[in-house]
């Protein structure tokens, strides 16, 4: 027995699989998908076949002929959920799973009416990295193997079903809708992705729409509308996009992350809609994720960062095209803020801030930090420099092609960069990066006469002329640098001055809200308690439920907010702001 994915029963002896048909009826009334789902194995084979489930119902399994097979469902195990061990017989290519999911899938929320901007008809979504897709779909849930798949969902008729897949047609019956979607390229079973609910779409070019409830529609394709000229400019940098499309789904506020790479289909959260564009980065990485993460994949959540490393700096060379250096300068700052936050939290577990990781044992979810995004930024930022940016993108390019629709490890990479660009691991001190904890001393650090005067601002009160020109990332790098002693006073001035509690600007607000809570100024609590009613992004949640929960003066306040706001989180954000909540 092998078991390459920590995070998977996969055996790398079985067979895999090729093809998914999935049918599925979703049922609001009691929150589960009466479902199946056809494997294809590459190969006909005999013997046990593991699937990973988590949470599943099984009702049966068939062959092709719809003759029983046997199988048996494990006992649950943490992280993992339950093996379900199906005995082929010998020849079999194809077998059929008959289930539901449970109402609490770790994958699926199920938002009811009033949770939705129409108010009027229910929603749900499904967010199935990292290991969640084992709660929708009995299969192998490893990156590793990559599926085509075929899906017809059926739906009130009254509803709309989107998929990241191409759609096929829609059929009603009586008051259902029948709604067929077909992905002809490989993916990993981490980007299964749909929605259900009221839902309306805008086209934004010839290859991209948006969809968002009929309410946000309009405000969403304004801020949006940019999108063509970033799918030209990372086709410039890194060769044509191979999906066909790139639609956007603005998602409810309970969604949990930034954005979500869905192929043919981005999810992005209403948090991005700031009426400036100026939050549309987001958009940028999840963009850069067609080519690094979709095209070319991490193998297993081990070498997450050849997932998020490469796009983040996939994502700045995009924004440096299109809005110049000074502006992808800002971000690297930001983001390497945010880099050496991730590293303080993980200080009790500093074999977490390598790189390359091992995590047998480990939920993906709660090792999830900025560490493989900034950290294997900053590797690559060092292997530019050392070769030479047009060496380097020709190498990126010759990588993206020869792992085109595959999956890889740490050490394949590791080994195609040694022979691709000889000695360059070794010049930027490569192993550092890679299996050590911390950022190596020479990693590089972004320049740029924007950021040199926002230095010289800092600790400040700034005047209204010296501001005139900042961008919302330029505000966040000066709150965020505030240090924890600022006298009270200061935050008082900065309200009055600049009305940050008033911010349309999620990160500014949120920025200036963990700042002003740590700093004890109390008149931003409020504007914090509400802000926690209004959005399920982690990224905001786990800062300011973090600062609260810190303070001896609001950790009740925490606990009491998170007893009155749980419900409206996405399962891995309660997660999230649970573990948090369990530490203060």
Known sequence: MARLDPHSYNDSTQPETETLDWKARVDFRTQRLHAEATLTLKEASAGPLDLDTRDLEIRGVVDAQGRPLPYMLAPPEPI????????????????????????????????????????????????CQAIHARSVVPLQDTPRIRIRYRAALRVPKALKAVMAASFVHREEHGVEAEEHYEMPQPVPPYLLAFAVG????????????????????????????????MLRAAEALFGPYDWERFDLLTMPPSFPYGGMENPRLTFLTPTLIAGDKSLVNVV????????????????????FWLNEGFTVFAERRILEALAGHEVSALHAALGRRALEEALHHFRSHPNLTALRTHLSGVDPDEAFSQIPYEKGYLLLRAMEDAAGRPAFDEFLRRYLATYRFRALTTEEFTAFAERELPGVLAKVDADAYLHKP?????????????????????????SADLVKDWTPTEWQLYLEWLPSDTPRDVFRQLDERFSLTKSRNSEVLVSWLVAALRGGWEPALGR??????????????????????????????????????????????????ELILSRA
Do not use: C
């Open 80 to 127: 993992l959920g339950s093996r379900l061990r199906v005995e082929l017989p010998p020849g079999l290519r194809q077998l059929t799973v008959r289930y539901r999911t449970s109402p609490g899938a770790s994958a699926l929320q199920w938002l009811t009416p009033s949770q939705t901007a129409g108010g009027q008809h229910p929603f749900l979504y499904s967010q």
């Open 198 to 229: 009221s839902l309306a779409p805008k086209e934004l070019g010839p290859r991209s729409r948006v969809w968002a409830e009929p309410e946000l529609l309009e405000e969403a394709a304004d801020e949006f509308s940019g999108v063509d000229d």
């Open 284 to 303: 940028a990485h999840e963009l850069a994720h067609s080519w690094t993460g979709n095209l070319v994949t991490n193998a297993s959540a081990e070498h």
């Open 438 to 462: 911390g950022v190596p001393p020479g990693a590089p650090s972004p320049r740029s006469a924007r950021l040199e005067a926002l230095v010289r601002a800092r600790g400040t009160v700034p």
């Open 528 to 577: 914090a308690e509400a802000f926690l009613g209004e959005v399920g992004r982690m990224k905001y949640l786990k800062p300011l439920y973090g600062v609260l929960a810190s303070s001896r003066e609001y950790r009740g306040v925490a606990r009491s907010l998170f007893k009155k706001y749980a419900e409206r989180y996405h399962p891995i954000a309660r997660q999230g702001v």
